[in-house]
């Protein structure tokens, strides 16, 4: 087996996809004689936030009540973050954005072959320096500092294009039955759900590699 495809659903204020992003990136320079597709996929965990979005204390308040225990939630992923290389500030973290406009940015990404680049400076846009990644003007900042096309992106973030799109591939999640993300999936043959540890990775990647492997011998030259 040369290579292999791993799909990523995802959400963009998700601290776990983002911890999930660092230990995929660690299980792949496990196999390093593998070459590998990376594609990242939309899931909105609540697509009921306004479009301009909301303040995330009162959100978070309102939707999981006792500040004690969050703060308890945030000190292990800060912990958690540290050893991934990411510097989670949730204190500079002042609103909650709807993630529609940050999911069709992308899927533009992929393709001109950014996507990885846009992925990585949205997720420390927001988790790093509390930046809103609703608010096109910073959108438009992540997509031309990956090398995205500047008016391309402006164009395009004024418009509707594939809104339409991302919401269906969001409800297709749903429909595999995702409830939680980051969920990935090996060449559309194993899905495996949460922020696993890299050897958790590397041992789906090489059952997968055998099975490849396996039918190619049995189907001989």
């Not at 954005?97 to 940015?105: G, V």
Request: charged content about 30%.
């Amino acid at each position: 087996m040369q290579g292999m495809h791993i799909d990523i659903v995802s959400d963009t204020i998700c601290p776990w996809c983002f911890i999930g992003k660092r230990r995929l990136e660690a299980a792949i320079e496990f196999k390093p004689e593998l070459e590998f597709t990376v594609r990242w996929r939309p899931y909105r965990l609540d697509p009921t936030v306004p479009r301009h979005g909301v303040d995330r204390k009162a959100y978070l308040r309102a939707k999981f009540g006792d500040e004690a225990n969050r703060g308890e939630t945030e000190r292990s992923l800060r912990l958690l973050g540290e050893k991934a290389g990411i510097a989670f500030a949730f204190e500079k973290i002042s609103r909650l954005p709807n993630t529609l406009d940050s999911h069709r940015l992308i899927r533009w990404a992929a393709a001109v072959d950014l996507q990885d680049g846009v992925v990585e400076a949205l997720f420390s846009a927001y988790f790093e320096d509390g930046r809103d990644i609703g608010d096109p003007a910073v959108l438009e900042l992540v997509g031309v500092g990956a090398g995205m096309d500047t008016d391309l992106v402006r164009d395009l973030l004024a418009s509707n294009a594939d809104v339409e799109e991302i919401e269906r591939e969001d409800a297709f999640a749903h429909q595999l039955g995702i409830t939680g993300v980051p969920t990935f999936i090996f060449d559309n043959k194993y899905m495996i759900s949460g922020a696993q540890e890299a050897e958790a990775l590397v041992e789906v990647i090489e059952k997968v590699e055998d099975e490849a492997d396996l039918e190619n011998e049995q189907q001989g030259p």
